[in-house]
């Protein structure tokens, strides 16, 4: 094993969204950062968004299943015990170079779900706490959107103005209006105008122009960050006096390299990290590497979600335009004890899909059947149809898990993660609740038909809940800062560390977290990394 001679101030385990955000963080303030990336770097030009093929692309290569991909760079997943699979992106730039770039935050209630709601626990900090750190995000990436959305507190204006909601927005908005409910044009992460010397994507197709490959990566390496890729991590390893020491990996050679560090920071998913954690294994940490809570895996949370299309006589075009939601609704997203469930979901109103998946059913999940009104049926759903993804809120439940799997290994030898995921008794209710609204608001809107199963659940790009944060070392895997509570210089900052999942897309929330977390290694956490 090849040993680096140079240690590092602070040692970054993943280069998507949170890595990226608080390598530049910290290189603004000086501090020396070097990142390991088990993927590389993909060059826009490799995206398919003007291709005719691009779903081809999106089906095989560009597949969000990892397991259906299988690239050199991905590792295994047995899932065969969820009912949703675990989506992520091995690349510079992680699951954001994959991404639909919708971009809400969550809402204050969100951490505060215990004192509420009585279910779960509260986050140790408040949505006060992070919206500077939104805000500061939302300047780096380019946010579009628009100013004034009554579901929220008040937000400086948008970086770039809002994305069109098109004629579909326009359509339903309709529907919206007649019930009385609220919507509101989307938070994106696509710059609608020139912003920061990038070119706004108004196109088709899964790429993002504000994926942090772009918006972050180069302004960190600019700084001074280092940035190591098709390096896959096997474990951390501890000193005897139980401090994290450094990053056993796998170059891109194959050859086994050891990288020392002041402080790790893991930024790798909520299935990755857990994994990572649990195969790092030591006298000290016989269960896992900081697993004194017994916590680390546990609690795993997806957003369980469901398609529903109402099909209209105007024409939609609903494929035109970026992939991000064009607008959404919140009208449900708080607790009403009369619903039958606890806690929300929301209405994300999407952009059509290409004609592979419309005629695969698009986001209802209901394809077109072959024969001779095949023609017929495909035309009225490619132009005439609007789509609602019911975006719901998952509890935490121990039973649902990230393991290592006792037998499926990865291409250098490491154990895989095992993922068991089932739903929930509260989440089924919610999503049937908000199917039936969906249907409410597609009739309002005028549509001839909706189609809508809660059965047919889609999901398994937000990864939450597995190393949960909080003041409690018992019931906690980290601090209010990210820091582990039982290995004093080991960080995490991806979604993991969340305590309740809240009914959104969860990356903004997420890399505000780790513009936090930087701030706190460069200021009063700094003799974290300094040793004083």
């Not at 607008?327 to 997203?333: C, I």
């Not at 309002?444 to 409690?472: C, E, F, N, S, Y």
């Not at 009914?503 to 701030?519: C, E, F, H, S, V």
Request: proline share 8%; aromatic share 8%.
């Amino acid at each position: 094993m090849a040993q680096s001679k140079d240690m590092v101030d602070v040692l970054v385990i993943g280069a998507g969204a949170s890595g990226a955000a608080l390598a530049w963080s910290l290189t603004q303030a000086g501090i020396q950062v070097l990142c390991l990336e088990q993927g590389g770097w993909l060059d826009p030009k490799a995206f398919p968004v003007t291709e005719h093929e691009w779903e081809v692309h999106w089906q095989t290569d560009f597949n969000p299943d990892p397991n259906f991909r299988r690239l050199p760079q991905d590792y295994p997943v047995n899932n065969l015990e969820s009912v949703i699979a675990p989506y992520m992106y091995n690349a510079v730039g992680g699951s954001t170079i994959h991404w639909g770039s919708h971009f809400p935050r969550l809402h204050p209630s969100d951490f505060r779900v215990r004192t509420l709601d009585g279910v779960a626990d509260d986050w140790p900090l408040t949505y006060q706490e992070l919206e500077p750190y939104f805000d500061q995000n939302d300047r780096q990436m380019g946010t579009s959107g628009l100013n004034g959305d009554p579901a929220y507190p008040p937000k400086p204006p948008r970086p770039t103005p809002p994305l069109p909601i098109g004629s579909l927005g326009e359509v339903l908005a309709k529907g919206f209006d007649k019930l009385g409910w609220h919507w509101w044009s989307s938070d994106s992460a696509v710059s609608s105008t020139e912003y920061d010397g990038r070119t706004p994507n108004l196109g088709t197709g899964i790429r993002s122009p504000s994926s942090v490959d772009i918006s972050y990566w180069p302004k960190a390496l600019n700084n001074g960050a280092i940035l190591r890729t098709n390096t896959r991590v096997r474990e951390i390893t501890v000193s005897a006096d139980g401090m994290a020491h450094s990053a056993i990996y796998y170059d891109a050679d194959g050859r086994v390299q050891e990288q020392t560090a002041s402080v790790i920071v893991l930024a790798c998913n909520g299935v990755g990290t857990p994994r990572l954690l649990l195969n790092s294994r030591s006298p000290i940490f016989p269960d896992g590497l900081a697993n004194s809570s017994g916590l680390v895996g546990k609690n795993l949370m997806y957003h369980p979600s469901v398609g529903v299309i109402g099909v209209f006589d105007e024409r939609s075009d609903g494929y035109v335009g970026p992939m991000s939601s064009t607008m959404l609704s919140q009208q449900f997203y708080e607790s009403d004890s009369a619903r039958g469930f606890v806690r929300g979901y929301e209405f994300q109103v999407l952009r059509g899909v290409g004609p592979v998946a419309t005629a695969n059913g698009g986001w209802a999940r209901h394809p077109v059947p072959w024969g001779p009104e095949h023609h017929r049926q495909f035309h009225e759903l490619s132009a005439h149809s609007i789509g609602i993804v019911v975006m719901s809120e998952d509890l935490p439940e121990e039973h649902n898990d990230v393991t290592l799997d006792p037998d499926l290994l990865d291409s250098n030898g490491i154990p895989a993660p095992k993922v068991r995921y089932k739903m929930s008794e509260n989440t089924t209710r919610m999503l049937a609740h908000g199917v039936d609204r969906a249907r409410e608001v597609m009739e309002a809107a005028g549509a001839r038909k909706v189609i809508g199963d809660p059965a047919k659940i889609i999901g398994g790009w937000h990864l939450v809940g597995t190393a949960p944060m909080g003041d409690d070392p018992r019931t906690s895997v980290v601090d209010r800062w990210g820091g582990s509570h039982d290995v004093k210089n080991l960080f995490i900052i991806d979604g993991s560390i969340w305590v309740t999942a809240g009914g959104l897309n969860p990356t903004p929330t997420i890399q505000a977290l780790a513009l936090r977390t930087a701030d706190y290694l460069k200021g009063e956490g700094r003799y974290r990394i300094t040793g004083r």
